[in-house]
Nanobody
Framework: VQLQASGGGLVQPGGSLRLSCAVS????????LGWYRQAPGKQRDLVAT???????NYADSVKGRFTISRDNVKNTGYLQMDNLTPEDTAVYYC????????WGQGTLVTVSS
């Protein structure tokens, strides 16, 4: 199983980005999709999760600004990020889990003017 995260980049404060997480194999649809982020010098923190049944959970810091979604046909997860602030600068990682756990390689998001 391989996860390929993409979509990161440099964006100005108030801007938007959409991250994608392409998953090889057929286990995506039975997995919980998670997005995490790690800012420089800090631990990796949960951003959002979406279960296979559609239950979502967001970190308080991103509620109302980020939206997690998935396309089980394309085996791809997404994280739509709006109204970005410099505090959102981090490497973003996707993860799938369901008794197992697989991580993507991370994609860097930099929010700066």
């Amino acid at each position: 199983v391989q996860l390929q995260a993409s979509g990161g980049g440099l964006v100005q404060p108030g801007g938007s980005l959409r991250l994608s997480c392409a998953v090889s194999g057929s286990i995506f649809s039975i997995s919980t999709l998670g997005w995490y982020r790690q800012a420089p010098g800090k631990q990796r923190d949960l951003v959002a999760t979406l279960t296979r049944d559609g239950y979502v959970n967001y970190a308080d810091s991103v509620k109302g600004r980020f939206t997690i979604s998935r396309d089980n046909v394309k085996n791809t997860g997404y994280l739509q990020m709006d109204n970005l602030t410099p505090e959102d600068t981090a490497v973003y990682y996707c993860k799938i889990s369901s008794g197992f756990e697989f991580w993507g390689q991370g994609t860097l998001v930099t929010v700066s003017s």
